[in-house]
């Protein structure tokens, strides 16, 4: 397992995490499969922390909260999204044109938020790190998802997809 692997937006140097006004407009969460070594605050009941392999614990029933890590890392955790059977929320950059959103979000998606602007994600300490350097958007896995969604209070715009 790479060092990179099961991290939030990990460049090898740097963690974003996600910053917590998202999980308290968005929760609670039942599990958490991509938790950095350090997490200053609760994503899900249950956060799987690397090095433990989120995508081998039992998701069944389970409503999860998804930052996947960036970049190659990513598919597996989308793939696993497009396919679980407890609904869900995930937070990926809004590049619609990528194979990642054509193959994993587009086709199961059940509604996405994109954000308005970009997203500031935190350090693994708490404090503001930097901003994205790319749009955000927020999927949601079923109609319970997306109800948070539209109720979050979180701005941009809605779509629903199914």
Same mark, same amino acid.
């Given at each position: 397992?790479?060092?990179?692997?099961?991290?939030?937006?990990?460049?090898?140097? =740097?963690?974003?995490?996600?910053?917590?006004?998202?999980?308290?407009?968005?929760?609670?969460?039942?599990?958490?499969?991509?938790?950095?070594?350090?997490?200053?605050?609760?994503?899900?009941?249950?956060? @799987?922390?690397?090095?433990?392999?989120?995508?081998?614990?039992?998701?069944?029933? =389970?409503?999860?909260?998804?930052?996947?890590?960036?970049?190659?890392?990513?598919?597996?955790?989308?793939?696993?999204?497009? @396919?679980?059977?407890?609904?869900?929320?995930?937070?990926?950059?809004?590049?619609?044109?990528? !194979?990642?959103?054509?193959?994993?979000?587009?086709?199961?998606?059940?509604?996405?938020?994109?954000?308005?602007?970009?997203?500031?994600?935190?350090?693994?300490?708490?404090?503001?790190?930097?901003?994205?350097?790319?749009? !955000?958007?927020?999927?949601?896995?079923?109609?319970?998802?997306?109800?948070?969604?539209?109720? !979050?209070?979180?701005?941009?715009?809605?779509?629903?997809?199914?």
């Amino acid at each position: 397992m790479n060092k990179s692997y099961n991290m939030n937006i990990d460049t090898g140097e =740097k963690t974003w995490l996600t910053p917590p006004h998202i999980i308290e407009a968005l929760g609670p969460f039942d599990l958490d499969p991509c938790c950095p070594p350090t997490m200053p605050w609760r994503t899900a009941t249950r956060m @799987v922390h690397w090095p433990e392999d989120g995508l081998k614990v039992d998701w069944t029933g =389970k409503r999860v909260w998804c930052n996947p890590p960036y970049e190659r890392d990513a598919m597996p955790f989308l793939g696993r999204m497009a @396919v679980h059977d407890g609904g869900g929320i995930l937070l990926i950059f809004a590049r619609t044109d990528t !194979s990642a959103w054509q193959d994993c979000i587009s086709p199961y998606a059940y509604g996405i938020l994109f954000l308005r602007g970009r997203l500031r994600f935190c350090r693994p300490d708490g404090t503001p790190g930097e901003t994205a350097t790319a749009p !955000s958007a927020l999927v949601a896995y079923s109609e319970r998802d997306f109800a948070r969604l539209r109720e !979050s209070g979180l701005r941009g715009t809605f779509l629903r997809v199914s």
